[in-house]
């Protein structure tokens, strides 16, 4: 199985401030995924990083609210920019090999509290 | 319309029994994947099974089975046994696309909790 580390694990921030949510993969993963769980509810995508350009945004968000970097094959990261509390949810980064049969693996997630 | 449907929100089964947690998936694709997840409290997404639509067989994994049947589009996860560590949500979730494309995300259903008890 891949193995996928994430940091910081949990935050608690300040209205109107930005999170940079850091990635690492190991080298089986080619896609990269950022998800958010919002409280009690299931996993949305929020994008597919892609290596060296922007990412692929879905429906309802917007690279000015979550740009996301990937520099390289094995890292990205995600910012929640001008936060509020309805950002409050856990924000997941996922991998996969790139095949569709292909498990996909989380990460640990990263739980932000936006005061 | 819904991608992946889990019509129970919450479901209790006593330590070892068996239970059946449903799922209903809509795709007009040929090939697809379907996966089941689970959620401890700890908030790590933990994968449990898979099944390629083109499998014949139903997945099987330790004590976790899934009972796909095609023409229903049903992708059911069966818990034999169940064990208190058991107690989690579990989501189902599918991957649509042609089998040689790059793996796209994969969608998710809402989820059910599911409580195991002494």
């Known amino acids: 199985s891949a193995v996928i580390s994430q940091k910081p694990s949990r935050d608690i921030c300040q209205r109107g401030t930005s999170l940079t949510i850091q990635c690492q993969v190991d080298?089986?993963?080619?896609?990269m995924f950022w998800y958010r769980q919002q409280p009690g509810q299931s996993l949305t995508l929020i994008a597919t990083?892609?290596?060296?350009?922007?990412?692929?945004?879905e429906s309802g968000f917007v690279i000015d609210k979550f740009p996301i970097s990937r520099p390289n094959l094995t890292f990205s990261t995600l910012t929640v920019s001008n936060m509020s509390p309805e950002d409050s949810s856990i924000y997941l980064c996922?991998?996969?090999?790139?095949?569709?049969?292909?498990?996909?693996?989380f990460g640990p997630g990263t739980r932000l509290t936006v005061l | 319309a819904q991608k992946i449907t889990q019509t129970q929100p919450g479901m209790f089964v006593q330590e070892k029994e068996a239970v059946t947690l449903d799922c209903t998936y809509d795709?007009?694709?040929?090939?697809?994947?379907l996966f089941w997840y689970k959620q401890p409290s700890s908030g790590e997404m933990i994968f449990l099974i898979y099944?390629?639509?083109?499998?014949?067989q139903n997945a099987t994994e330790g004590r976790y089975s899934l009972n796909f049947q095609k023409a229903r589009k049903s992708a059911n996860l069966v818990i034999s046994a169940s064990q208190l560590g058991d107690s989690a949500m579990y989501f189902c979730?599918?991957?649509?696309?042609?089998?040689?494309?790059?793996?796209?995300?994969?969608?998710f259903g809402k989820g059910t909790t599911l409580s195991v008890s002494s």
């Open positions: 990083a892609n290596q060296g350009s922007e990412a692929t945004y």
């Open positions: 996922s991998g996969c090999r790139g095949l569709s049969t292909d498990t996909q693996y």
């Open positions: 080298s089986q993963v080619t896609m």
């Open positions: 795709t007009s694709d040929q090939s697809y994947g």
């Open positions: 099944q390629g639509s083109y499998d014949e």
């Open positions: 979730a599918m991957r649509e696309g042609n089998r040689n494309q790059a793996g796209t995300a994969l969608i």
